[in-house]
């Protein structure tokens, strides 16, 4: 079977990097037998669905000059790591709640000896209130980890004020979403900027990313104790 090239926003990425995506597919793979990190385990799916959808992220991170990227309910390093192994430039935290999920990517993190890359343990709704993460990424990002008004809150705490928020969601899901998140992106000091529809190899139906800026900084109450958004959205 022919190699599956990994493309990014301006061509197919080089050799070196091709590599590193690879490698990091085989141990997504891997660490899958030991825990449930991706619903995916084929490779060639691995590629298209996650790393396309993960680079998908390339071109607005350089627009907007992002050097600091929060991965927010990281789960198996996506988008997080696929972004450090194209970006060596960009420094990214991987953020996730599970300690199980943040073992496993340390030890991806190790393997592929990512320099620019950080893994975090911990509770988005406390560690956003500590003063060596609060306030402290020109951008957060999250792929399927929650709805967009949970979403908000928690990454709201992360980014600074002239930052940017992204949000993976389909097509179909993101305006709705969007409403329904209105008056939690208000709270939060976040305005909605964009949406940016694409589609991936081989699918029929368009994927969107959220885009929203913040504009001053949070409220010192804010994100709620933990539980708090889920039970009571904004």
Same mark, same amino acid.
């Given at each position: 079977?022919?190699?599956?090239?990994?493309?990014?926003? @301006?061509?197919?990425?080089?050799?070196?990097?091709?590599?590193?995506?690879?490698?990091?597919?085989?141990?997504?793979?891997?660490?899958?037998?030991?825990?449930?990190? =991706?619903?995916?385990? @084929?490779?060639?799916?691995?590629?298209? %669905?996650?790393?396309?959808?993960? +680079?998908?992220?390339?071109? +607005?991170? /350089?627009?907007?000059? %992002?050097?600091?990227?929060?991965?927010?309910?990281?789960?198996?390093?996506?988008?997080?790591?696929?972004?450090?192994?194209?970006?060596? @430039?960009?420094?990214?935290?991987?953020?996730?709640? =599970?300690?199980?999920?943040?073992?496993?990517?340390?030890?991806?993190?190790?393997?592929?000896?990512?320099?620019?890359?950080?893994?975090?343990? $911990?509770?988005?709704?406390?560690?956003?209130?500590?003063?060596?993460?609060?306030?402290?990424?020109?951008?957060?990002?999250?792929?399927?980890?929650?709805?967009?008004?949970?979403?908000?809150?928690?990454?709201? $705490?992360?980014?600074?004020?002239?930052?940017?928020?992204?949000?993976?969601?389909?097509?179909?899901?993101?305006?709705?979403?969007?409403?329904?998140?209105?008056?939690?992106?208000?709270?939060?000091?976040?305005? /909605?900027?964009?949406?940016?529809?694409?589609?991936?190899?081989?699918?029929?139906?368009?994927?969107?990313?959220?885009?929203?800026?913040? @504009? $001053?900084?949070?409220?010192?109450?804010?994100?709620?104790?933990?539980?708090?958004?889920?039970? /009571?959205?904004?």
């Amino acid at each position: 079977m022919s190699p599956v090239k990994f493309p990014a926003a @301006d061509g197919d990425v080089d050799a070196a990097v091709t590599a590193r995506l690879a490698h990091f597919v085989q141990l997504l793979i891997a660490e899958n037998q030991r825990q449930n990190l =991706t619903g995916t385990r @084929d490779e060639a799916e691995l590629r298209r %669905i996650h790393i396309g959808d993960s +680079l998908k992220l390339l071109p +607005l991170l /350089h627009e907007r000059g %992002i050097t600091r990227l929060l991965d927010l309910g990281s789960g198996g390093g996506l988008p997080g790591i696929p972004l450090a192994c194209v970006r060596t @430039d960009l420094h990214v935290t991987l953020l996730d709640a =599970t300690r199980k999920k943040v073992a496993a990517l340390e030890r991806m993190v190790a393997a592929l000896e990512l320099s620019n890359v950080r893994t975090v343990w $911990g509770r988005a709704e406390a560690l956003a209130h500590q003063p060596e993460y609060r306030e402290q990424y020109d951008a957060v990002t999250a792929r399927a980890v929650a709805g967009l008004p949970l979403l908000v809150e928690y990454a709201a $705490g992360f980014v600074r004020p002239g930052g940017t928020c992204w949000f993976y969601k389909s097509a179909a899901a993101a305006e709705p979403e969007r409403i329904a998140a209105e008056s939690a992106t208000r709270r939060c000091r976040l305005s /909605h900027l964009a949406t940016h529809a694409y589609r991936l190899a081989d699918e029929d139906a368009d994927r969107a990313l959220l885009e929203y800026r913040k @504009d $001053g900084a949070l409220a010192a109450n804010l994100p709620r104790p933990a539980g708090m958004a889920k039970k /009571h959205p904004f």
